[in-house]
């Protein structure tokens, strides 16, 4: 059951003839903490947020988060408790989003970096930051070349 009873930030089927290219959105527990983690950690801007459902933007995208009281009807509704993590074997990689800072934003915020900015040999400088929903992000920058 949706909790934002307002005005549509814009219609649905409006928003969803701007997507292009390739998007993802991501369920989550609670809106706040979500965007409070890209906003800190991946500094993405907020285009719209309310309680059900959020736009973000940066790196030359927009992705969206939607609450998982909004999935009631949604084929996923029976995968989303407490003990199932979210994003097993799924990496969100942001590139030109700097390892370094986003490691030392997250710690600094108390959020988990399973492995800190290094080098890797695919010619890629990462860092592997997980945010309160268990999501996998992975910050990079080219190196070398």
């Known amino acids: 059951m949706k909790k934002h ?8 089927d409006q928003f969803g003839r701007l997507l292009t ?7 989550v527990k609670d809106m706040d903490p979500a965007i409070a983690f890209q906003k800190t950690v991946l500094q993405a801007e907020v285009v719209y947020a309310d309680p059900d459902f959020a736009v973000l933007k940066g790196y030359g ?30 990496e969100l990689r942001i590139y030109n989003c700097d390892p370094d800072a ?21 010619g890629l400088r990462e860092a592997y930051i997980l945010d309160d929903d ?12």
């Open 5 to 12: 009873d307002g005005d549509s930030w814009m219609p649905a």
């Open 21 to 27: 290219g390739v998007g993802f959105n991501l369920l």
């Open 61 to 90: 995208g927009l992705w969206m988060l939607h609450a998982d009281h909004t999935y009631s009807d949604h084929p996923l509704k029976g995968s989303l408790d407490d003990e199932t993590p979210r994003g097993v074997g799924a």
């Open 102 to 122: 986003a490691e030392a934003r997250a710690r600094d915020a108390g959020y988990m970096v399973l492995a800190g900015a290094m080098d890797k040999p695919h």
């Open 134 to 145: 268990g999501y996998l992000w992975v910050p990079g920058v080219g190196i070398g070349g």
